[in-house]
Nanobody, 119 residues
Framework: QVQLVETGGETVPSGGSLRLSCAAS????????MGWYRQAPGNQREWVAT???????NYADSVDGRFSISRDKVKNMMYLQMNNLKPEDTAVYYC?????????????WGQGTQVTVSS
């Protein structure tokens, strides 16, 4: 099992910046890829960004060029640097880890952290 805890969410003005953190604990050696998802009120959870074990990154079109995902394997941390924030970025942001268990891959989730962008 892997435990994930997100921090860093807060209210920021439009155009501002924010960095989210995700702390991983437990069987972290079993983590393959990690990523960020978000869910706005009334919407389904949507994918934001992914970083693989080798460091390859990928972003949703809506955040590409504004957000940057990174990972510190020594500290067992993952980050999401968010720049030029827009009101439509308002959502609960979730940390996700793809964990290798018994030959399969099981997704693990954090509890979420609220990001609010005021216009």
């Amino acid at each position: 099992q892997v435990q994930l805890v997100e921090t860093g969410g807060e209210t920021v003005p439009s155009g501002g910046s924010l960095r989210l953190s995700c702390a991983a604990s437990g069987r972290v050696s079993s983590i393959k890829a990690m990523g960020w998802y978000r869910q706005a009120p009334g919407n389904q959870r949507e994918w934001v960004a992914t970083i693989t074990a080798s460091g390859y990154t990928n972003y949703a079109d809506s955040v590409d060029g504004r957000f940057s995902i990174s990972r510190d394997k020594v500290k067992n941390m993952m980050y999401l640097q968010m720049n030029n924030l827009k009101p439509e970025d308002t959502a609960v942001y979730y940390c996700n880890a793809a964990v290798s268990i018994d030959g399969g891959t099981v997704p693990h989730w954090g509890q979420g952290t609220q990001v609010t962008v005021s216009s």
